[in-house]
């Protein structure tokens, strides 16, 4: 860690001094790619195929200026000074890469990072939660045993994401072992999108394993993950948006209709309060028919000479008599 801080602290020298001409170097290397690298190179990390991954690894080792040929190109009021850089970083590049080696073969950086993982209560409690799902498992008390696989999951996860290199232990043999017991329990060979140990699961099932993989293939189902949350979630709020326009069209047919019935109400009121603007002209009354005038008494006949008591009346021919005409006076 030393020499490499050192190396550090040698190239941010040699760049202030002979940044122009590395830079220049790197372009002219850039340019001299072919069109299927330069699109790999291009392209984000996160969105890059597995091929376009391939060829991007390979050429982070090939576009890798010389700093003893930048140095020469230098402009010459620097280029001395660029020279004894550019030899200072060759040398402490010489140094790490033997420490490295040194360190690989006793599997240095790995012993290292499974004794820090392995003293954290995260993994202490990981390894707690995965035993006791195998043994409800075994119990057959599937319930509880998917409710301990999933907690268990979800702290591997955390721990492969702060440590992958643990990818290359053994426990990660076992931990697949746990996973494909998990699948029988649900029932399923299906992992849902936001499934903790997708990238795990993935990156176990390649011929070739390491830490650079396994953190592309977690940042890329990470992303997936969070499109389809906003996707989820912008779906979910033009359904509300509609159910909300929804409703107060409703509302607002409601309150027309009601409006129009209040309207009905104040026109049969008005129509009650009001006379016609015709109104009928009352019946005539029959008028009572007139006192029929009293038959006249018939007048009475001139003074004639009163009959003598001893007369005997003279009979009459029968005639018919109107009413209320007087009889024919007898001739004299």
Avoid: C
């Avoid at 020499?3 to 760049?15: I, K, P």
């Avoid at 989820?232 to 607002?252: D, Y």
């Amino acid at each position: 860690e030393e020499l490499n801080q050192t190396r550090d602290e040698a190239v941010q020298r040699f760049m202030a001094i002979a940044g122009d001409a590395f830079r220049d170097e790197m372009q002219s290397m850039l340019d001299g790619l072919t069109d299927e690298e330069r699109e790999a190179w291009d392209t984000p990390m996160e969105e890059r195929d597995p091929d376009q991954a391939a060829i991007a690894v390979r050429l982070m080792y090939r576009l890798k200026p010389s700093f003893q040929l930048v140095a020469r190109r230098a402009p010459e009021t620097v280029r001395l000074k660029a020279i004894e850089l550019a030899a200072e970083i060759v040398d402490l590049d010489a140094r790490i890469t033997k420490t490295d080696g040194h360190r690989n073969q006793v599997n240095y950086e790995y012993w290292k990072t499974l004794a820090l993982a392995e003293q954290e209560d995260r993994t202490v409690e990981a390894r707690r939660l995965l035993f006791e799902a195998e043994q409800a498992n075994a119990d057959a008390n599937l319930d509880l045993a998917i409710k301990k696989y999933d907690q268990a999951f979800e702290l591997w996860a955390q721990v492969f994401d702060d440590y992958p290199v643990l990818l290359l232990d053994d426990l990660s043999d076992d931990l697949m072992k746990s996973i494909r017991r998990y699948t029988i329990a649900i029932d399923s060979d299906d992992f849902s999108d936001d499934f903790p140990l997708a990238a795990f699961v993935e990156i176990m099932q390649e011929e070739q394993k390491s830490a650079e993989e396994y953190e592309r293939i977690r940042n890329l189902q990470a992303e997936k993950l969070k499109a389809k949350e906003e996707a989820e979630l912008r779906a979910a709020e033009e359904a509300a948006k509609q159910e909300a326009e929804a409703e107060a069209a409703k509302q607002r047919e409601a309150e027309a209709e009601a409006a129009k019935q209040r309207e009905a109400e104040a026109e049969m009121k008005r129509d009650d309060a009001e006379p016609s603007e015709s109104p009928a002209e009352p019946a005539a009354e029959s008028p009572e028919p007139a006192d029929s005038p009293e038959p006249a008494d018939p007048p009475e006949p001139a003074d004639s000479p009163a009959p003598t008591e001893s007369a005997e009346p003279t009979d009459l021919p029968e005639t018919t008599e109107s009413p209320g005409e007087p009889a024919d006076s007898p001739e004299q």
